[in-house]
């Protein structure tokens, strides 16, 4: 699976769009990208993941670049809730199921 | 759906006994999988099963770790015996790789482990 390389930490107010950044420049065709997230004392729980389309659902949208070399995760209306680590994490779906998560990103939505 | 279900969901224990850790997939999931996670190594894969097969262990640590799925609704993973670098929060997540399915693993809230 490709390696991904997201900031360590981040802030955002509350009520405002938390916008977190994943590369992955060596992404292959048939990779994925998915995002977890892990509130604290929580299991990880999954977001959202996209091929090369941009994706919506519920919990937040995911915008992959043309050349599919990086993404962001866009959480739209950040609520305290919100705070946990972020992970990025590119892989075949289907394929090999180990699910490498890497340090993450831990987002802080302060009031 | 409930989830899945962990149990104990805290255990603490001194050195060198058996501790067994519970889960209870998601109904109707044909994986499983057991993670581990530390301040140290983060969230690390064990092993999982399909279908109630092993089919990678290669994450397991070492002999005094063993795990089984005996239905489809049922797993454990032992460890014996236990040490205190094994204190740690251990996960076990569910999926489903039927057609139309978003190939996600869906994890239970954990066991955090304290070996003594």
């Known amino acids: 699976d490709a390696k991904t390389t997201q900031p360590t930490s981040m802030d955002c107010a509350e009520g405002r769009a938390a916008n977190l950044p994943c590369n992955h420049s060596?992404?292959?065709?048939?990779?994925?990208v998915y995002w977890y997230r892990q509130i604290h004392s929580q299991g990880p729980q999954y977001i959202i993941h996209?091929?090369?389309n941009n994706e919506t659902n519920e919990m937040a949208s995911l915008i992959i670049t043309e050349d599919r070399k990086s993404s962001t995760l866009i959480l739209p209306h950040a609520t305290l809730r919100d705070t946990a680590v972020y992970y990025c994490?590119?892989?075949?779906?289907?394929?090999?199921?180990?699910?490498?998560f890497g340090a993450g990103t831990t987002v802080t939505v302060r009031a | 759906d409930a989830g899945v279900i962990q149990s104990p969901r805290h255990e603490v224990t001194e050195m060198g006994q058996e501790v067994t850790l519970r889960c209870k997939p998601i109904?109707?999931?044909?994986?499983l999988f057991w993670y581990r996670q530390t301040m140290m190594r983060g969230l690390e894969l064990l092993i999982y099963?399909?279908?109630?097969?092993?089919?990678?262990d290669s994450g397991m640590p070492e002999d005094r770790f063993s795990a089984k799925m005996p239905n489809a609704s049922f797993s454990t993973l032992k460890i014996q015996p236990s040490e205190p670098r094994d204190s740690a929060v251990y996960f076990c997540?569910?999926?489903?790789?039927?057609?139309?399915?978003?190939?996600?693993?869906?994890f239970g809230p954990g066991t955090r482990l304290t070996v003594l």
């Open positions: 997540a569910s999926s489903s790789r039927t057609s139309g399915s978003t190939d996600t693993q869906y």
């Open positions: 060596t992404i292959s065709g048939n990779e994925y």
């Open positions: 996209g091929l090369k």
């Open positions: 994490i590119v892989r075949v779906r289907n394929g090999v199921y180990k699910l490498s």
């Open positions: 109904s109707g999931h044909d994986y």
């Open positions: 099963f399909n279908n109630n097969v092993p089919i990678d």
